[in-house]
């Protein structure tokens, strides 16, 4: 279930330049599950769509770690604790959750990192085979919440493109040594198309689920509208499958998406 | 205040606001949020023979004030609506009118024909104004004359309440009015998108993957009150408005520019409870502005604008 609701920012922390993030509270979002989003009021035409960075059931908070690219952003960054966000959660379907018996990868991208974190948070503890989690970015700034899945008993691989965190390059090659290692392994993966693209390239070997959080424009975020489909399986003669992101995903299984059209 | 709309063959709304085709899924999608049996009605995402698949993404953008859109008027087809939709929506106490779209006139006859005994649908309303296709839908809705031949195609396979959406993508939209009303249509609905395009500064092309969109929202409010004045003073059927709707106030215009009822799309995105807000503050602001009932300010704005001594209306 998911409702429309007005929830307190109870914290806001710069986490890094151009990213902050909220912490809401409602008690609708103790139904929420790693890799869902909330569909957030901002001052535009349309609602921002915002992944779960961090969870608490108990509480019923959610976080949500957004980067400045544009005015809907900007005005997000710029909200205090004390105010409100006017939000349509929880959406979408999330990650299937994991088989603990099973190796596990996360790889995740900048801003597509968060959902892998609250992945994590979720699961990680109760998880009894290796796990590791591959962060990647552009530079040193762009590579978020490593210090949580620190915090939370998982030192990250860093990989950053310009060198400045971790190994130069980017998630493939430390996906690509771990999957060697574990062929079996499940992996979990959110960040930009072309990292998507890779992984799913990558990962076509394993033997294990491959689950994927897609990003696209969205209008209602609910379901109503099909703005915000991606290319998706069966290929006909004419072309692809269209499904949504908001409710058909942002999760979806590798198999599932249409690559060679995305 | 009696809000209720009788509209012709029998069709009554509870009330005049009703979600417009496209923006409300098939009625399950925003139930979770909406209290749908409180609308007029809801008019569903259109219907094609057989499932179409839509414009390659993206499909929306963001304008000021506006909506950019390139759907392509993707949909599961007659069959599969027939079978996974209509059972949610005959458990509805709202009226539920089927957009119902077409390549040619002998698809939108199937449809019609197709939906003609299914108990949900109360109404249909014909779409020959989407921009989003290439073949079919707007190349019927900019000629009176292929218009006039869809209407008599849907007519002549349903009773139902037939009303034709009119496109806003041309001089002169009441001649396609007219004949339509001369084919057989018992309302008209208006607007639908205005078209439009977007150019994406970082990829250095047009934003939508369709090319070109149909622009929705509070930017073309004009556009469509203009439309409705016009075609609601040439033709004796009821006209439904609609374009950019966002409140109460606006409500008001268009049911002054002569609408008997409004269809209110793009703000559901951003305000999923909008439109029970409107049917709650409608009566207000009908009594504010000094309407003691909805029909007397349906054209209000016509009969004042002869008594300012400015032009007659009709
Ligand atoms: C399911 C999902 C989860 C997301 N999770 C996060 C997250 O955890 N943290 C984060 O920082 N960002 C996330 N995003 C991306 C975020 O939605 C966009 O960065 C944001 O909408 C940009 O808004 P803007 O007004 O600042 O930018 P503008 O470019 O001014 O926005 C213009 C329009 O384009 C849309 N848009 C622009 N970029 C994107 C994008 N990448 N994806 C979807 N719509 C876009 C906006 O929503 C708006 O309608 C997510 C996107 C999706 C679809
Ligand atoms: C995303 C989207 C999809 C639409 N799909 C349809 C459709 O399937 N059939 C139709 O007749 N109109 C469709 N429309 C047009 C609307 O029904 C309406 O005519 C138009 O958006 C103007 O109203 P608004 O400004 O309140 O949205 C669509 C509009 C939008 C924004
Ligand atoms: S955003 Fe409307 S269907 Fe996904």
Redesign the pocket.
């Known amino acids: 279930m998911a409702g429309a609701f007005k929830a307190p920012i109870v914290a806001a922390l710069a986490v890094a330049p151009r990213h902050v993030e909220l912490v809401i509270e409602h008690p609708e979002l103790s139904m929420a599950a790693p890799g869902q989003?909330a569909h957030i009021l901002?001052p535009?035409m349309?609602r921002?769509?915002?992944?779960f960075?961090r969870i608490d059931p108990q509480r019923g908070r959610a976080g949500?770690?957004?980067?400045v690219?544009?005015?809907?952003?900007?005005w997000l960054a710029e909200r205090s604790p004390g105010e409100w966000l006017d939000v349509l959660a929880p959406l979408?379907r999330g990650f299937q959750a994991p088989d603990p018996a099973r190796p596990w990868i996360l790889v995740g991208g900048g801003?597509g990192i968060?959902?892998l974190y609250s992945a994590w948070e979720r699961w990680g503890p109760q998880h009894r085979a290796p796990a590791c989690a591959i962060l990647g970015a552009r530079e040193a700034d762009g590579i978020l919440m490593a210090g949580d899945f620190q915090g939370a008993g998982l030192l990250p691989v860093l990989a950053t493109e310009d060198g400045s965190a971790g190994r130069r390059g980017t998630v493939v090659g430390p996906l690509e040594e771990w999957l060697a290692r574990y062929p079996e392994a499940q992996v979990m993966a959110c960040g930009p198309n072309g990292m998507l693209a890779q992984v799913s390239r990558v990962a076509a070997g394993a033997t294990g689920p491959v689950q994927l959080a897609m990003?696209?424009?969205?209008g209602c975020g609910i379901g109503a509208c099909l703005a915000c489909v991606v290319p998706a399986t069966p290929v006909g003669p004419e072309g692809p499958r269209y499904r949504r992101?908001c409710t058909d995903g942002?999760v979806f299984f590798r198999e599932e998406l249409a690559w060679s059209w995305i | 205040m009696d809000l209720s709309v009788r509209l012709p063959r029998g069709l009554t709304l509870k009330n005049p606001i009703i979600a417009a085709s496209g923006t409300f899924g098939f009625g399950p999608e925003y139930a979770r949020f909406v209290q749908v049996n409180r609308l007029g009605g809801i008019s569903v995402k259109g219907i094609s023979p057989e499932p179409w698949r839509g414009n390659p993404p993206p499909r929306v953008w963001?304008t000021p004030s506006g909506l950019l859109n390139s759907i392509g008027l993707q949909n599961p087809g007659l069959t599969t609506f027939l079978e996974e939709d209509a059972p949610f929506l005959r458990t509805l106490d709202t009226v539920v009118i089927a957009n119902i779209i077409g390549h040619t006139v002998e698809e939108y006859r199937t449809v019609a024909a197709g939906l003609q005994n299914e108990p949900a649908i109360h109404a249909f309303e014909v779409n020959i104004s989407c921009p989003n296709i290439k073949a079919g839908g707007i190349t019927f809705g900019h000629d009176p004359d292929a218009a006039y031949h869809v209407m008599r195609a849907v007519r002549s396979v349903t009773d139902k309440p037939v009303m034709v959406k009119v496109s806003p993508n041309m001089a002169d939209p009441w001649t396609v009015a007219e004949a339509v009303v001369e084919g057989g249509a018992d309302m008209i609905s208006a607007i639908n998108t205005v078209i439009g395009l977007a150019i994406d500064l970082k990829r250095r092309r047009p934003a939508l993957g369709g090319t070109t969109g149909g622009l929705s929202g509070p930017a073309i409010k004009p556009i469509a009150l203009r439309v409705v004045w016009e075609i609601a003073q040439r033709v004796s059927v009821p006209v439904i408005g609609m374009g950019g709707i966002q409140s109460a106030e606006d409500v008001l215009e268009f049911l002054m520019a002569g609408a008997r009822a409004v269809m209110v799309g793009t703000i559901t995105f951003q305000f999923p409870q909008r439109m029970e807000e409107i049917i709650d503050r409608l009566p207000l602001v009908l009594a504010h502005y000094g309407f003691r009932s909805l029909e007397e300010a349906v054209g209000a704005a016509w009969t004042s604008r002869t008594a300012d001594g400015a032009e007659g209306g009709e």
């Open positions: 989003f901002t535009g349309l921002r769509p915002v992944s960075s949500l770690l957004v980067q690219v544009g005015q809907g952003t900007a979408g801003v968060p959902p990003e696209q424009r969205m992101v942002p | 963001e």
